[in-house]
């Protein structure tokens, strides 16, 4: 047999040159430590990461306990910041305990993958985030994926189950579109069948609940015993890392079990110190949770979205690939650096510029925002 002399990463080439003629290709674009552009693209959604308090306690973290965490946190890894901090986070939103992890990410992946397993059905909302698609797929438990927010097929799914085990899964606020998951009717549903209810709490957590706790607290479900809730420090809280809120016995099972937590380095001291400061500011201005919802009303209404945006996202649907990201970069070429989300992100003829509001936004940046946005959006609609 002759031997074929080739690249085994020849395939790459071809891959690339469809994701390029399909709009798809993406890149990495460095941005300097201060921004000359507006930012209406990122998830710092309460202002809190350039905020000279959270700053001072990642630096504070940092000389007190060293640039990393050494290890994982069941060798080395685990300080007493690390547990000072999941107690407070955990007393905020009014959960029994909390754990944190290295992400946002790790921390879905833990808390799915060690709460299901074998002999388990995960119900799972079709828009969840890919942290919790890629955790369905390595819990080895039967998953059905239920249209968007369709608390019947839910229940339907429960009530036909064959297995003894059940959890369903749903983000509390989509990040894509920025809109509510009914808390409430899929509790009760859960209730009804026996299910573990997983939220994921990362676009919701500074934003909807009483200052800032959650869209849980909101729906008089913070605490509950059958409910497990994620948050992610990276967006409302300023820093980096994740955490799972919940019963003790919750925490002391992903201990165990979530190989996320016990395979990976603990969180590093200064991002803990960073998000715990963050934390303190939220709790003593409240404020900040309500602004950015009324910068949200106002951006959406610049944008002319229908609909009231229900958290910081605000969602402008302009359908190909190629028409979302010239607005964006127009955008961009004006001053103002907004989301572009095209598929896989979004499905298939919903690419779109995804624009955040931030607590901090002054009158000059929006004032900014309102011009560059309406010239450019009135372009790409026609």
């Not at 007493?80 to 992946?109: I, K």
């Not at 395979?263 to 400061?277: E, I, K, N, Q, R």
């Not at 910068?295 to 958290?311: G, I, Q, R």
Request: with cysteine; aromatic share 4%.
């Amino acid at each position: 047999m002759t031997r074929v002399e080739a690249s085994p990463l020849a395939w790459l080439d071809d891959v690339e040159r469809e994701r390029r003629a399909a709009g798809l290709r993406r890149s990495l674009r460095p941005r300097p430590p201060v921004g000359a552009e507006l930012d209406l693209a990122s998830n710092d959604y309460l202002g809190l990461s350039q905020h000279p308090d959270v700053i001072e306690g990642g630096v504070e973290a940092l000389r007190t306990w060293g640039a990393g965490s050494s290890g994982s946190r069941l060798v080395t890894g685990n300080t007493e910041l690390h547990e000072a901090f999941e107690s407070a986070l955990a007393d905020f939103v009014g959960a029994e305990s909390a754990l944190v992890f290295s992400s946002g990410y790790t921390a879905n992946l833990g808390a799915v993958v060690a709460l299901s397993g074998p002999g388990t059905l995960l119900v799972s909302d079709a828009l969840t985030h890919a942290s919790l698609i890629d955790a369905c797929r390595l819990s080895r438990a039967r998953v059905a994926v239920t249209p968007h927010c369709d608390v019947a097929a839910v229940e339907r799914e429960l009530a036909s189950r064959e297995e003894q085990r059940a959890v369903v899964i749903t983000e509390s606020v989509f990040s894509a579109d920025g809109d509510l998951a009914p808390l409430r009717q899929l509790h009760d549903v859960c209730r009804r069948h026996g299910a573990l209810l997983i939220v994921d709490e990362a676009h919701g957590f500074g934003v909807r609940g009483a200052g800032g706790r959650g869209l849980l607290e909101e729906a008089g479900l913070a605490g509950a015993p059958d409910v497990v809730m994620t948050v992610t420090m990276s967006k409302a809280l300023g820093s980096q890392g994740g955490a799972v809120l919940g019963p003790v016995a919750v925490r002391d099972h992903l201990i165990d079990a979530a190989r996320p937590f016990i395979f990976d380095t603990g969180l590093a001291p200064a991002a803990v110190g960073g998000a715990w400061a963050a934390l303190r500011v939220l709790q003593a201005e409240p404020w900040r949770a309500r602004d950015v919802l009324a910068y949200a009303a106002e951006l959406a209404s610049v944008c002319d979205v229908a609909e009231k945006p229900e958290s910081a996202v605000v969602s402008v649907v302009l359908g190909e690939p190629e028409v979302a990201l010239a607005a964006a970069a127009a955008c961009l070429d004006s001053g103002v650096r907004v989301g572009c989300f095209r598929p896989p992100t979004v499905p298939a003829g919903t690419s779109r510029l995804r624009l955040t509001a931030r607590a901090s936004l002054s009158e000059d940046e929006m004032t900014l925002a309102r011009a560059v946005l309406s010239e450019v959006l009135s372009t790409a609609r026609t």
